[in-house]
C-alpha cells in the first residue's frame, strides 16, 4: 500500500519512518511513505503557501493553489486511472475519532494521501473540491496534521504481516476483533515478587484454561469500570457469553456492596 502525505514539514518524518518495530514495514516497502511539500509547487520569488484570512481574524489559511497543484503531482506519480482513486483524507476536528475499526479498514486498503493542515486551517474550497475523508484524534487541537498522520501510519504499519515479533500480538490488542472489542487484560514479567506486589497465582499455574479464563474476567472487568460504552457495543453485537453476563453481574454486585 501506499501512503502520499502532504505536509509543510517532511522533516519530521524521517526519524519516525527510520524507528520502532514499525520501520520494517516501510524498510521492505509493505508501507511506502512519500512526502509532499506543497512549498514546491507554489509560486512567486517567496512561495507563498498561506495568506490572511477573508473577514478578519487571527492566524493564516493555507491556499488552495498550491495544495491543488501539490495533489495534481501525487496523482500522476501514483499513475491513477479514473475510478481508481486513491482518497485524500484530511485530520481535522469535525472528522470522526480515529478508531481500531478505521485502522483495520485502512490496513486492507491499497492506501491514501494523507493531508497535513497547518495555521488556521486550509481553505474550504480546496477542502470542498477534493477532500474524500476526515479524520481526527479526538477533542484537541494540534499544531498541524503531522502527529495525527504519524498515528495513522504507525498503527496501520504494526497490522502487516511480518512487522511484529509475533504475528498474532495485535490480536490481543485493546479494542480487536480477537478481544471482541473489549479492554486488554493486565500484564506481567520477572521477577515474581517486585516492591511488596506479586503476580498473580494463577499465571504462574502453568493452567492455561484457568489463565485464559482469568484474563478474560480481568478484561470484562477493567472494560466495565473504565469503558462501559465498550460493554454495551460488545453486548448489542452478541458478543458477550452467558459467563461474561455473569462476570459483569458479579463485579456489580460487588461495586454496589463497596458503596454500601
Known amino acids: 500500500?501506499?501512503?502520499?502525505?502532504?505536509?509543510?514539514?517532511?522533516?519530521?518524518?524521517?526519524?519516525?519512518?527510520?524507528?520502532?518495530?514499525?520501520?520494517?514495514?516501510?524498510?521492505s516497502g509493505q508501507v511506502q511513505v512519500q512526502l509532499w511539500n506543497p512549498r514546491d509547487y507554489a509560486e512567486g520569488m517567496y512561495r507563498?503557501?498561506?495568506?490572511?484570512?477573508f473577514g478578519g481574524g487571527p492566524g493564516m489559511v493555507m491556499l488552495a493553489e498550491p495544495l491543488a497543484r501539490c495533489l495534481a503531482a501525487i496523482r500522476a506519480a501514483r499513475h491513477e486511472e479514473e475510478g481508481a482513486r486513491a482518497p485524500v483524507v484530511l485530520f481535522s476536528p469535525i472528522g470522526k475519532p480515529l478508531n481500531q475499526a478505521q485502522v483495520e479498514h485502512w490496513a486492507a486498503s491499497s492506501g491514501a494521501i494523507l493531508l497535513c493542515g497547518r495555521y488556521e486551517g486550509i481553505d474550504q474550497r480546496f477542502?470542498?473540491?477534493?477532500?474524500?475523508?476526515?479524520?481526527?484524534?479526538?477533542?484537541?487541537?494540534l499544531s498541524g496534521g503531522e502527529i495525527a498522520?504519524?498515528?495513522l501510519l504507525d498503527a496501520v504499519a504494526r497490522l502487516q504481516p511480518g512487522v511484529l515479533h509475533d504475528a498474532q500480538s495485535?490480536?490481543?490488542?485493546?479494542?480487536?476483533?480477537?478481544?471482541?472489542g473489549l479492554l486488554d487484560c493486565p500484564h506481567y514479567t520477572r521477577p515474581e515478587a517486585w516492591a511488596g506486589r506479586t503476580v498473580p497465582a494463577?499465571?504462574?499455574s502453568g493452567h492455561h484454561a484457568e489463565i485464559e479464563r482469568?484474563?478474560?474476567?480481568?478484561?470484562?472487568?477493567?472494560?466495565?469500570?473504565?469503558?462501559?460504552?465498550?460493554?454495551?457495543a460488545a453486548r448489542a453485537a452478541g458478543r458477550l457469553s452467558a459467563a461474561d453476563e455473569a462476570v459483569l453481574a458479579k463485579n456489580q454486585q460487588e461495586n454496589a456492596a463497596d458503596l454500601l
Open 1 to 27: 500500500m501506499r501512503f502520499d502525505i502532504i505536509t509543510l514539514f517532511p522533516e519530521l518524518f524521517a526519524p519516525f519512518l527510520a524507528s520502532g518495530v514499525t520501520r520494517r514495514a516501510y524498510a
Open 170 to 180: 495485535h490480536e490481543c490488542d485493546s479494542f480487536s476483533q480477537a478481544l471482541d
Open 202 to 204: 494463577v499465571l504462574l
Open 149 to 151: 498522520a504519524m498515528a
Open 48 to 53: 507563498r503557501v498561506d495568506d490572511r484570512p
Open 127 to 141: 477542502i470542498d473540491a477534493h477532500v474524500d475523508v476526515q479524520i481526527s484524534l479526538g477533542d484537541f487541537v
Open 214 to 232: 482469568w484474563r478474560r474476567t480481568q478484561r470484562l472487568s477493567l472494560t466495565a469500570r473504565h469503558r462501559p460504552d465498550l460493554i454495551a
